[in-house]
C-alpha cells in the first residue's frame, strides 16, 4: 500500500515524471533555438514559467461553462500520468501490468485531446471553438496511424501486454530493426498528438490565437501546459518501449541511463522534425496521414506477418 | 518574505510573457517590436514569449497613440490579462501622443487610458532601446520586491 502510493506519487509516477517533463521541454526548447541560431532559454525556463502560471490569478469567461472548464485540464493530467505507470521503463516488469495494458495506455493517451476540446467548447470563444473542432478532426487522422504503428509490433511479439513485448524482444534480440517502418509512423503521428509543428493546426497562433487554449489562464493553463510536456514524455516513452526494446535486461541504474538516453533521443527527433518542417493545412495533414502514413502502416504489418511466418515457424 | 513569496517573484521576473497590440501607430513601432523578437535578439533567452492570447500575457505591449476608435478594445484587452500585468508604452506616440497629440481623433499617450509601468521613447523605438527598456523594467520588480 505504501510502497504503491510512493510508486504513483513520487518515484516513477507524479513527482518524477513532472520534472522530468519539463527539463524534456527545456532540452527540445534549447534544442530549437540552437538549430535556429539562437542562444535559447536557461535551463530552468520552463520551471520558472509553470510557477508563474500557477502564482497567477485565473480568469474564468462569464458564458464558460464553469464546472467543465475547471475538470478539463485535470482530466487530461490525470490521464496522461495514469498512462506512465503501464510503461516498462528500465525493466523488464512493469508497474501495474495486465493482457492488453498497451491499448490502454494508447487510449488514456487519446483523453487529453477530447479534454482539449472539450474545455476549448464550453469556452464558448470563437477561438477556442475552431481550435477544438480542428483538434478533434485531426485526432482522425493521427489516431489511426499510430494505433497501426505500435500494434504492428505487438503483433510481431504476438501479444498485447507491453510486460510480454519487452519479453518477446529480449528473447529475439534483433527483431526490433523490423519495426523500423512503424516507428518513423508512429513518430509522425506522435507530432500530430503532441500538436507541434508541422501538426500544430489546433493551436496556430498566427490564425486562431492560441486554438482550445484561448481562454484558459492560471493554474488551468498551467495544468494543460504541463499535459502536454507529460505527454511528449509519456509518448516517447511509450515508442522507446514499443521500438526499442532493448538493454531492459541490465542493473537498475544502467538501466535507467538508457532509457532516460532513448527519451532524449526521441524528443530530439520531435524537435528536429518540427525545426525542419512548417505548418500543414488540416485538409493537407488528413490526406498526408490518410493517403501515405495508413498504407506504410499496411504494408509494416504484412512485413510482420510475413516474418512471423516465415522466420518464426 | 516566506519561501514560496520568493520563488513566485523570482518565477515572474524570469518569465515575462508579452502581447503586442498596435492602439494605433503608423506601424514603424510595430515593425521594431517583431524585430525585436527575431532570432537576431533571441528575446527567449530573458523568457520572454510573444503570445497570441490576453489571457496567457503578462506584460502588454502597445504601440502608438490611442486613437478613439481603439480605447474600448485597449481597455477591453487590458481587462481580459490575468493579474499581476504590466504595460509598456513603445515609441514617443505610445509615451506622449508625439506627432498625433492634438488630432481630432487621438487621445494622447497610453498613460491617458490605462496605467503604464514602462515609458520607452524613441521615433521608432530601436530593438536595443526596447529590450534595455524590458530588462530595466523586470529590474525595478526585483527591486521593489526586495524592499518589501
Ligand atoms: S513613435 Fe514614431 S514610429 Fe512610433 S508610432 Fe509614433 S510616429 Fe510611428
Known amino acids: 500500500m505504501f510502497k504503491d502510493l510512493f510508486q504513483i506519487l513520487i518515484f516513477p509516477g507524479l513527482t518524477f515524471l513532472v520534472i522530468f517533463s519539463l527539463f524534456a521541454e527545456y532540452f527540445d526548447r534549447k534544442l530549437y533555438a540552437r538549430l535556429q541560431n539562437r542562444v535559447g532559454p536557461p535551463w530552468f525556463q520552463p520551471f520558472a514559467d509553470i510557477l508563474k502560471l500557477l502564482a497567477k490569478e485565473e480568469l474564468i469567461p462569464c458564458e464558460?461553462?464553469?464546472?467543465?472548464?475547471?475538470?478539463?485540464?485535470?482530466?487530461?493530467?490525470?490521464?496522461?500520468?495514469?498512462?506512465?505507470?503501464?510503461?516498462?521503463?528500465?525493466?523488464i516488469k512493469t508497474l501495474f501490468s495486465f493482457n492488453g495494458d498497451v491499448l490502454v495506455v494508447l487510449y488514456l493517451l487519446t483523453i487529453p485531446t477530447l479534454s482539449f476540446f472539450i474545455g476549448g467548447w464550453y469556452s464558448t470563444s470563437l477561438f477556442a471553438r475552431i481550435g477544438s473542432v480542428r483538434s478533434m478532426t485531426q485526432l482522425f487522422a493521427y489516431e489511426v496511424p499510430l494505433f497501426m504503428g505500435i500494434l504492428s509490433s505487438a503483433l510481431l511479439a504476438n501479444t498485447w501486454n507491453l510486460k510480454e513485448i519487452a519479453l518477446f524482444y529480449s528473447a529475439h534480440p534483433w527483431f526490433w530493426l523490423f519495426n523500423l517502418p512503424g516507428f518513423c509512423i508512429a513518430l509522425i503521428a506522435l507530432l500530430g498528438k503532441?500538436?507541434?509543428?508541422?501538426?500544430?493546426?489546433?493551436?496556430?497562433?498566427?490564425?486562431?490565437?492560441?486554438?482550445?487554449?484561448?481562454?484558459?489562464?492560471?493554474?488551468?493553463?498551467?495544468?494543460l501546459k504541463l499535459t502536454l510536456d507529460i505527454e511528449m514524455v509519456v509518448?516517447?516513452?511509450?515508442?522507446?518501449?514499443?521500438?526499442?526494446?532493448?538493454?531492459?535486461?541490465?542493473?537498475?541504474?544502467?538501466?535507467?541511463?538508457?532509457?532516460?538516453?532513448?527519451?532524449?533521443?526521441?524528443?530530439?527527433?520531435?524537435?528536429?522534425?518540427?525545426?525542419?518542417?512548417?505548418?500543414?493545412?488540416?485538409?493537407?495533414?488528413?490526406?498526408?496521414?490518410?493517403?501515405?502514413?495508413?498504407?506504410?502502416?499496411?504494408?509494416?504489418?504484412?512485413?510482420?506477418?510475413?516474418?512471423?511466418?516465415?522466420?518464426?515457424? | 518574505m516566506g519561501v514560496v513569496?520568493?520563488?513566485?517573484?523570482?518565477?515572474?521576473?524570469?518569465?515575462?510573457?508579452?502581447?503586442?497590440?498596435?492602439?494605433?501607430?503608423?506601424?514603424?513601432?510595430?515593425?521594431?517590436?517583431?524585430?525585436t523578437l527575431t532570432p537576431r535578439y533571441d528575446l527567449e533567452r530573458f523568457g520572454?514569449?510573444?503570445?497570441?492570447?490576453?489571457?496567457?500575457?503578462?506584460?502588454?505591449?502597445?504601440?502608438?497613440p490611442v486613437t478613439r476608435q481603439?480605447?474600448?478594445?485597449?481597455?477591453?484587452?487590458?481587462?481580459?490579462?490575468?493579474?499581476?500585468?504590466?504595460?509598456?508604452?513603445?515609441?514617443?506616440?505610445?509615451?506622449?501622443?508625439?506627432?498625433?497629440?492634438?488630432?481630432?481623433?487621438?487621445?494622447?499617450?497610453?498613460?491617458?487610458?490605462?496605467?503604464?509601468?514602462?515609458?520607452?521613447?524613441?521615433?521608432?523605438?530601436?530593438?536595443?532601446a526596447i529590450i534595455d527598456g524590458v530588462v530595466k523594467l523586470l529590474q525595478s520588480l526585483e527591486e521593489s520586491e526586495a524592499k518589501k
Open chain 1, 64 to 91: 464558460a461553462n464553469p464546472r467543465m472548464f475547471k475538470l478539463a485540464p485535470l482530466f487530461a493530467f490525470t490521464a496522461a500520468i495514469t498512462a506512465f505507470l503501464y510503461i516498462p521503463l528500465w525493466q
Open chain 1, 235 to 313: 509518448g516517447a516513452a511509450l515508442l522507446a518501449a514499443v521500438f526499442f526494446p532493448f538493454g531492459l535486461q541490465m542493473n537498475p541504474f544502467a538501466g535507467f541511463v538508457l532509457f532516460l538516453l532513448k527519451i532524449i533521443f526521441i524528443v530530439f527527433l520531435l524537435s528536429l522534425l518540427r525545426t525542419v518542417m512548417a505548418r500543414l493545412r488540416i485538409d493537407q495533414m488528413i490526406d498526408f496521414c490518410w493517403k501515405y502514413l495508413v498504407p506504410l502502416a499496411f504494408v509494416q504489418i504484412l512485413l510482420n506477418l510475413a516474418v512471423k511466418g516465415v522466420i518464426l515457424k
Open chain 2, 70 to 128: 481603439i480605447k474600448d478594445r485597449l481597455v477591453r484587452i487590458y481587462e481580459q490579462m490575468p493579474e499581476p500585468k504590466f504595460v509598456v508604452a513603445v515609441g514617443t506616440c505610445a509615451c506622449s501622443g508625439g506627432v498625433f497629440q492634438d488630432c481630432y481623433n487621438v487621445m494622447s499617450g497610453i498613460n491617458a487610458v490605462i496605467p503604464v509601468s514602462l515609458f520607452i521613447p524613441g521615433c521608432p523605438a530601436s530593438p536595443k
Open chain 2, 48 to 64: 520572454v514569449q510573444l503570445k497570441g492570447t490576453p489571457r496567457h500575457a503578462d506584460v502588454l505591449v502597445c504601440s502608438g
Open chain 2, 5 to 35: 513569496t520568493k520563488a513566485v517573484n523570482w518565477a515572474r521576473i524570469k518569465s515575462p510573457w508579452i502581447l503586442h497590440f498596435n492602439t494605433g501607430a503608423c506601424n514603424a513601432c510595430d515593425i521594431e517590436i517583431i524585430a
Open chain 1, 194 to 223: 503532441l500538436e507541434k509543428v508541422p501538426f500544430d493546426i489546433p493551436e496556430a497562433e498566427t490564425e486562431i490565437v492560441a486554438g482550445s487554449f484561448t481562454e484558459y489562464s492560471g493554474k488551468l493553463f498551467a495544468f
